[in-house]
Structures are given as structure tokens and as C-alpha cells.
């Protein structure tokens, strides 16, 4: 304080009084899973310095309590018990109102964890192909999920959603969920895992140039359906061995599915190869105006074009040259003539270049009898 000449004095209010209260609880379990009674405890007496007018508990799941304490040992405002059925970690606190309208508060958390129900889903079909399982949960839980599968032959897995394989048998599998307080619960599921069908048949199969060839492959039993890709030059794309005819090589793909949806695929090469069935060389020819055999000339099935064709008499002189004529042409074979004259009869060689339907080129030398 200060006077009216200016000095400072020091005061001291002996009557100032700071009100309250210190509440305080104990609370037994303090973790559980999914439902559970609590036993809270206040401790006696509540020190305060203002007496009390009101106590109030809250638990945290929306239920509170609330009276006047008593001021006596057994008040039952003191003990509380609560019976939990909300799963989370939930802040509960008593509040302790003085005589002076003065609230203190104390709060201590509850943790009622969810016990994680599993459910197990896959993707089908079960086949001897990697099987996509799926780990789930009944309802969601709002605490980090531990999952364990096992299988039967010892296969297992630390994911909620493994790809696994097996041979085909009788299995079962196991999902065990938990979270870390150690709330788990356990399903099973039988499986039963199919072989995948079988195909059987070359890796590669050679044919004439222009010749059709059957696709050789044999089947396990039970096919339903039959794919067979690309579609050119097959006679059929749904069926066990369609009729192929490329004039290129090609690899076919088959796709199989049999009775259990299981699906198997396998592939074959067809390689059109220019072979002496692909062409024909006669070895006579009668050149008398017939109209049968009247010219030498190349013929055949799998034949593109004629590159070259080169007659030389028995002493190796050329008598015929012609180049790049279509095959199975008589008109431009040759006519018997040598320099505008009829050639004797007599054995001729000749020098063919043929051009097959898939590009080969193939040389054929060998004689020919010209008959009179």
C-alpha cells in the first residue's frame, strides 16, 4: 500500500482462502474384450477444503451417475460398477462440485477392445493355379488386425490376403484374427483343390505347303469348352482339333475349360514347309497338239510362282528360258520348240526355281523325256 507521502507499506489478508476439491478414483479391470463390468473406487474422504455438493460420474459410453455425497465411509456414491458393451478406448471421470460452486475433474481411459471375427472368401475356381483368399471380418473393428492362416500340409501365411498353390487334394483352411490386447477368434473352411485338365500333343508339327493338317491333341475327360486363337485358316475355333491350313508359320493357343471351371492352355507350332507334295514335276511330255500333256510346265498345290525355268539339251546347251511365270500355267510352259523348231525327242534337263505360297524358294534340277 502506499500513503499520503508517498511510502510503500506491505499488507497481508490473513483471510484469503484458495476452494476445491481433489477427487481421485481406482477402477479394476482396466482393458478388456468386447463387454465387461468395471469397478470404480473414489477414495474416502474427497479432500476439499469447501465440503461437497455434488459428485458425478461419467463413463465414457454416454452413461454418467450423479448425488450428493454423504460424507460417510459406505457411501454408494463412492463405488460404482459399469457394465461395458461399446468397444474403443473411452475416457471416464469423476467431478467433485464444493460449496462455492468450485469442479474439479480426474479422468482415467478404459479400453474395450473388439474381438476380431474372420471370415474367409476366395476367388474360384479351386484348381491347381494360384488361389487368391481373401481375409475379412464380420463387422469392421477400430483396432489393428493381426491375421494368421495355415492350411493343411503346413502351407501358411502372415497376410490378410494371400495367392497361395496346391496340389490337387482335400484341404482346410484356418484364419486366425487377434489385435495386440490378445482378443482372437478362429474359422475354417474345406477346400478341395482340382487337377487342371490335360493336354496332350507336339509342341510342333510340319506340313505341305497348301496341305491341310489336323491339329493332333488328345484330352483329359470332362472338357466343356474348347477356344482355340488366332482364328485364321482354322476350320473351327470351338472345337477339340480343328483343321489348320496357314501359309505362314503360326502358333495356335488352345484354352481349355472342363466341368470344375478349372482352365488349362497349351500351344503348337504349324510350320508350312515346300516339300515334293507340294509341287509337280512331270517326267514326259508329248508335245502333238492332243490337248493331253502337250507342254512341260510346274504344277502343284502350294505353289506361289515360277522364278525361273531353264531347259538344256544332253550336249548342255539352253534351248528354253522363261522367268517369273505363274505356276499351273501350260501357256507358258515349254512347247516342245527349240529356236522355233520342234525339238527331237530325246531326255532334257531342267533348272526350276519355284516360289512356295510361304515364300520359299526351292531349286529343282532333274530331266524330263520328250516324246514324238
Known amino acids: 500500500m502506499r500513503d499520503s507521502t508517498g511510502c510503500i507499506?506491505?499488507?497481508?489478508?490473513?483471510?484469503?482462502?484458495?476452494?476445491?476439491?481433489?477427487?481421485f478414483f481406482i477402477k479394476t479391470p482396466k482393458a478388456f474384450c468386447d463387454t465387461g463390468t468395471v469397478a470404480f473406487h473414489?477414495?474416502?474422504?474427497?479432500?476439499?477444503?469447501?465440503?461437497?455438493?455434488?459428485?458425478?460420474?461419467?463413463?465414457?459410453?454416454?452413461?454418467?451417475?450423479?448425488?450428493t455425497p454423504t460424507g460417510a465411509p459406505d457411501d454408494p456414491l463412492l463405488d460404482q460398477q459399469h457394465f461395458y458393451?461399446?468397444?474403443?478406448?473411452?475416457?471416464?471421470?469423476?467431478?467433485?462440485?464444493?460449496?462455492?460452486?468450485c469442479v474439479e475433474t480426474y479422468s482415467d481411459s478404459i479400453h474395450v477392445w473388439q474381438t476380431p471375427h474372420p471370415?474367409?472368401?476366395?476367388?474360384?475356381?479351386?484348381?491347381?493355379?494360384?488361389?487368391?483368399f481373401h481375409g475379412n471380418l464380420t463387422t469392421p473393428n477400430l483396432d489393428s488386425v493381426t491375421w494368421s492362416w495355415s492350411f493343411t500340409g503346413g502351407a501358411v501365411s502372415q497376410e490378410q490376403n494371400p495367392r497361395l498353390s496346391f496340389p490337387a487334394g482335400n484341404y482346410t483352411a484356418h484364419l486366425k484374427t487377434s489385435v495386440a490386447f490378445g482378443c482372437s477368434d478362429t474359422t475354417s473352411q474345406p477346400l478341395q483343390i482340382n487337377p487342371l485338365p490335360e493336354i496332350k500333343?507336339?509342341?510342333?508339327?510340319?506340313?505341305?505347303?497348301?496341305?491341310?493338317?489336323?491339329?493332333?491333341f488328345t484330352y483329359s475327360p470332362g472338357i466343356t469348352t474348347y477356344a482355340w486363337s488366332p482364328g485364321s485358316y482354322l476350320d473351327c475355333t470351338d472345337c477339340p482339333n480343328p483343321v489348320a491350313n496357314p501359309t505362314f508359320n503360326t502358333t495356335y493357343i488352345v484354352r481349355v475349360t472342363d466341368v470344375n471351371n478349372c482352365v488349362n492352355t497349351d500351344t503348337i507350332l504349324v510350320k508350312p514347309i515346300c516339300s515334293d507334295e507340294s509341287y509337280f514335276i512331270p517326267n514326259t511330255f508329248?508335245?502333238?497338239?492332243?490337248?493331253?500333256?502337250?507342254?512341260?510346265?510346274?504344277?502343284?498345290?502350294?505353289?506361289?510362282?515360277?522364278?525361273?525355268?531353264?531347259?538344256?539339251n544332253r550336249w548342255g546347251q539352253l534351248i528354253f528360258e522363261r522367268k517369273d511365270f505363274p505356276a499351273n500355267t501350260a501357256s507358258r510352259g515349254w512347247d516342245g520348240t527349240s529356236n522355233g523348231r520342234p525339238a527331237p525327242a530325246d531326255v532334257y534337263v531342267y533348272i526350276i526355281e519355284v516360289v512356295c505360297n510361304n515364300a520359299q524358294v526351292i531349286a529343282l534340277r532333274g530331266d524330263v523325256t520328250l516324246i514324238r
Open 85 to 101: 458393451s461399446k468397444d474403443g478406448l473411452l475416457t471416464v471421470s469423476i467431478s467433485a462440485t464444493t460449496n462455492s460452486g
Open 9 to 23: 507499506v506491505g499488507y497481508v489478508d490473513p483471510l484469503i482462502k484458495v476452494l476445491g476439491a481433489t477427487p
Open 286 to 312: 508329248s508335245p502333238n497338239n492332243d490337248g493331253v500333256n502337250d507342254a512341260f510346265y510346274p504344277r502343284g498345290k502350294g505353289l506361289y510362282n515360277i522364278q525361273s525355268m531353264r531347259i538344256f
Open 201 to 216: 500333343g507336339p509342341k510342333v508339327i510340319t506340313t505341305p505347303v497348301g496341305f491341310p493338317v489336323t491339329l493332333p
Open 119 to 132: 471370415l474367409i472368401t476366395s476367388d474360384g475356381p479351386y484348381c491347381t493355379e494360384p488361389i487368391q
Open 42 to 67: 473414489s477414495i474416502y474422504p474427497i479432500p476439499s477444503n469447501d465440503g461437497l455438493t455434488n459428485l458425478t460420474w461419467n463413463f465414457g459410453d454416454g452413461s454418467t451417475a450423479m448425488g
